[in-house]
């Protein structure tokens, strides 16, 4: 019996969108997109998560930087690549927020982007330098309103977690200070503790060494429970001001149309690594904390952030023209 060409070619696209189907992934390699430049906690996170994939699958598993526009030319990237789980996204906030910040993106974060799982986080905190004399978040707030646009904060530049922290704290509370905007986080840091602004909304990791150095106050933390290494500083939450939690988490995200089988199974090798001493220590080393979320509870997550994140660009009127 004899087949024609057009015969052949479609029973072998028929078998491979089957094995696609079943979750079977080809033997090329793995890409893990890091959107940022190499030595970052995003590239380090990637790096953590890549020999999960690597050993469970038995294939080869590459982190590649693709940096740039605070995290969208990689995002980007991988939302046109083929969802046949070959190219990996090491996603965060950052990525729900370059593309609200965006007049026409060119993806959309809620359709194009599907997490298989959430690893590492940390929260934001309020951090106060010697400029503002203000001891307590109620006394700020309360200044801020008896003195509209007298207070500041400044941040690593516009549109980063830690600029939008403080733009969803003055919708939350109703209260207008100035943002002020660096070239990045270590000026900012020596504006905040030069007193040239009064507050900053930092990483908590980041900012535990000029806490514990004295030149800067924590205020609150903008989570859900207070941090084991500050558990004397409240929560936003505590305080009277909901809905005010922000995290920089980090997690794998696919392209949307990938294989469900695909997902549940690196996410199931995803957890296990992430429960294995070994990476609790090298996380917990970048003062991060481990956050294992799987594709449900990573997708209801990933959902709520970038609705979030839109309500705070559209509210701040920061989308570029």
Not at 171 to 191: F, P
Not at 235 to 251: H, N, P, Q, R, W
Not at 266 to 283: C, N, P, Y
Not at 289 to 316: I, L, N, T, Y
Request: positive net charge.
């Amino acid at each position: 019996m004899k087949f024609s060409g057009i015969a052949v070619a479609t029973a072998v696209f028929l078998a491979a969108s089957g094995a696609l189907a079943q979750g079977v992934l080809s033997n090329r390699t793995i890409r893990i997109i890091s959107p940022a430049p190499p030595g970052g906690s995003t590239d380090i996170v990637s790096r953590l998560v890549a020999p999960a994939l690597q050993e469970g699958l038995k294939q080869t598993v590459i982190v590649e930087a693709k940096g740039g526009a605070g995290g969208y030319i990689g995002s980007e990237y991988v939302t046109k690549q083929p969802a046949d789980g070959h190219t990996l996204l090491l996603g965060g906030a950052f990525t729900a927020i370059t593309a609200s910040l965006q007049k026409n993106p060119s993806y959309d974060p809620a359709k194009d982007l599907v997490p298989v799982a959430i690893v590492a986080s940390v929260p934001n905190l309020l951090v106060a330098g010697p400029r503002l004399k203000a001891n307590s978040v109620a006394e700020l707030v309360a200044q801020a309103k008896a003195r509209p646009g007298d207070l500041n904060f400044g941040s690593n530049g516009v549109g980063t977690t830690i600029h939008l922290t403080g733009e969803l704290f003055k919708l939350r509370t109703g209260i207008d200070i100035v943002h002020i905007g660096y070239k990045g986080w270590a000026d900012c840091v020596r504006g905040l503790t030069g007193s040239e602004v009064d507050m900053m909304f930092d990483n908590l990791n980041t900012a535990l060494p000029n806490i514990s150095a004295g030149k800067i106050r924590p205020l609150a933390v903008a989570a859900l429970k207070r941090h084991r290494s500050l558990p004397d500083v409240p929560t936003f939450g505590e305080l009277g001001i909901k809905d005010a939690e922000v995290t920089s988490f980090f997690g794998i995200m696919v392209p949307a149309g990938t294989p469900q089988a695909i997902i549940d199974r690196m996410g199931d090798l995803i957890r296990a690594h992430t429960a294995s001493d070994e990476f609790q220590k090298l996380v917990h080393a970048q003062g991060l904390d481990v956050d294992f979320r799987g594709p449900a509870d990573a997708g209801k997550f990933w959902q709520s952030e970038v609705g979030k994140w839109r309500a705070v660009v559209k509210a701040s009127g920061l989308v570029q023209q």
